[in-house]
């Protein structure tokens, strides 16, 4: 993909993410968000730290060679392990120290913006560095992407009339997890389904087990 149309997928996933935070109140931001032992708040904050990473990485030139691509990039990123753990008490220290949502909300909602226009200036060939790895500015945005979308399934969880994500980002999402498999998965599912059975937030029925054979036992594919 190139960065252009990465760019115009991470504003739409943006766009989407934040119309839900605009909408919350202080007593929703402390609801359980679908991302286990993380608030609507914890989960807001792990967000705004992404768009800042985004943001960052954007302005960080790099060196190759390439070693990282926007499927290979999730390949570190697993449920069950110490960094894992470590970035989800991180996030509920961090977001606690809000007095109110509001400070949060605020926050999130304009650095989110800044990482937009950021992407949308960043040139086609472009090499960053971001957490020890090298990659293109277009496979920079679409972790991006993948990162805001999962997540706003998580975001949306205990609120169900709230908007979900946009049709892109989770079309992108289910793109990296085919890639991730190294085939598409052999299943009818949604692209929402397919977001939370791949990531960890549901189980597999024995049915889906057997129809993904030796695949279901690298369900998680990351978390």
């Known amino acids: 993909m190139r960065t252009r149309e990465a760019a115009e997928v991470l504003k739409l996933s943006y ?8 909408s919350l109140d202080e007593d929703a931001s402390w609801a359980p968000s679908g991302c286990t032992g993380w608030a609507v ?23 190759g060679p390439v070693d990282r691509d926007a499927v290979t990039y999730w390949a570190d990123s ?21 007095r109110e949502f509001d400070q949060l909300r605020g926050l999130y909602l304009e650095t989110a913006a800044a990482t ?30 993948v990162e805001a979308t999962v997540h706003h399934l998580d975001l949306v969880a205990p609120l169900p009339d709230a908007p979900g994500p946009s049709d892109a980002g989770l079309a992108r999402v289910r793109t990296v997890l085919d890639g991730l498999l190294g085939h598409p998965v052999p299943l009818p599912w949604s692209d929402e389904h397919y977001a939370r059975a791949a990531t960890g937030r549901l189980s597999l029925s024995p049915e889906e087990r057997e129809l993904l054979g030796a ?9």
């Open 116 to 145: 937009v226009v950021a992407a949308g200036r960043a040139e086609p060939d472009r090499l960053v560095g971001t957490q020890g790895h090298v990659l293109s500015a277009s496979d920079l945005l679409e972790t991006l992407t």
């Open 78 to 98: 697993r449920p069950g392990t110490d960094g894992a753990a470590n970035g989800r008490r991180y996030a509920r220290v961090c977001a606690g120290m809000f």
């Open 215 to 223: 695949d279901a036992d690298r369900f998680p594919v990351f978390g």
């Open 41 to 63: 708040r914890d989960l807001v904050f792990h967000c705004l730290m992404d768009a800042q990473r985004g943001l960052v990485a954007l302005h960080t030139p790099a060196r």
């Open 15 to 22: 766009e989407a993410f934040a119309r839900v935070v605009r």
